[in-house]
């Protein structure tokens, strides 16, 4: 038996199949890099780089380091964080005329980063701190640093990676990255790439020092949120003799949980305070065998949901709540506001999210470690370089989307790069949003300086 397909008529549906030809050489999906590059003059990025980086190629060399890196952070900023992605831009009409037709290959890129010299580590790294200080513009700040740590998987034999802590891959190497976020304005202080055997609180004083130096010098730390993996009485002693106010979450320890016991047992001296539903405060001075002296504690108690059996359940605290606990020098706020405090610290596991897939932070696809360390580095001044421009160019609505978004709504929507001279124009799709976000960009453009 066969069954009769009725297709349908060839004319039905070749009008959809149509022919195609290969001659536009000015549509692009990159046009909009126009305005990023225009900001970058105006800060006088090369420059910046010229003048810092010493390691320099060969005279007869068509590009010098300056010009590579500065193509890279253009790729990163663009999306194409690999390598091999690199030369879609090369072989983009619109990108290269923006460029003046000087455009370098993924080999130079690749070759430049093993070449560069352990010095040039550093020396990105005063590039990033440079461009937090152009920001500044000299003004008094006082600023709050976010402080935590990412697993980065690592699929081949890359060096420096090993076995530790993996919520999802478990057993597999990785790295770790530690990383220091100015608090509301999303900043990127530092970053380091380590094994990925050490804890949160490896080297963590040493990490909170170097992100000291990195910041410009008229910016202060007021103070600092630490999660409870670098929860440490060294780290308390630090903060305390630097004058940092510190809201850190302590570890789940004995000793806490017979602060919690006391507590909960002397409800008449300890009343607890209800925030919502779900989450009630505390607090207690107390004092640790190796603490020097008491210290403030707030308690939060989460009531956990009770499933709806109709069976009897015990009355017993370990079914009802579960119980955090915050290490704090604050002592004007109360502790409603200290548990909403430390909850601001929660915003860095966003910018985490953005920089591992925004910037490929989690990618690091180099055999040799300090190769993508340095990649690492040129990834984190493009991210302070698009920060800056994303805060002060952009809309106002615009500056708390992610680069993703941004890529998907402005960046990579499409338009012909025509005319010549001062008569050279962007043609965009007829889109209102698009044309009232363009005409906002264009004048903040005209009224940016430094000074």
Known sequence: MSLTLNLPKEKGFSKYILPATFDNFTVSNNVTFTYIQAFKEKIGFNKILSSILSFKKAPNAVFQPAEIIDFMIDSVIQGNTRFLHMEQLRYDNAYTEIKGHKVPSEKVCRDLIKAMPESSLEELRLINKTLLSLQSKGTKREVIMNFDDTVCTIFGEQEGASVGYNPRYHGRPSFKEKIGIIANTDELVNVTLEEGKHHTNHGFLDFVKSCE???????????????????????????????????????????????????????????????????????????????????????????????????????????????????????????????????????????????????????????????NEIFLLIKMIAYNLHNWFKRTILPEFMSHHEITTIRRILYNVPGNLVGKGRYRHIRYPNNPFLKTVITYIRKALMVFCLT
């Not at 809201?247 to 507590?263: E, S, T």
């Not at 601001?344 to 932070?361: M, P, S, T, V, Y």
């Open 213 to 371: 130096e990195q910041l410009p010098e008229n910016w202060i730390i007021k103070r600092v949120r630490v999660d409870r993996g670098a929860f440490d009485y060294d780290n308390m002693l630090y903060f305390e003799s630097k004058g940092y106010e510190y809201v850190m979450k302590a570890k789940n320890q004995a000793w806490i949980r017979c602060f919690i016991d006391y507590v909960n047992q002397r409800e008449h001296l300890y009343p607890w305070t209800e925030i919502d539903k779900t989450f009630s405060v505390n607090e207690i001075y107390a004092k640790m065998p190796k603490w020097d002296k008491v210290r403030r504690i707030v308690i939060i108690r989460k009531k956990l949901p009770q499933p709806k059996t109709g069976q009897i359940c015990m009355d017993i605290d370990e079914f009802k709540y579960e119980y955090q606990a915050i290490v704090t020098n604050i002592e004007y706020m109360t502790p409603e506001e200290i548990f909403h405090e430390y909850n601001q610290r929660c915003d860095i596991e966003n910018k985490i999210d953005e920089l591992k897939e925004g910037f490929a932070f989690s990618k690091n696809s180099q055999r040799n470690k300090f190769c």
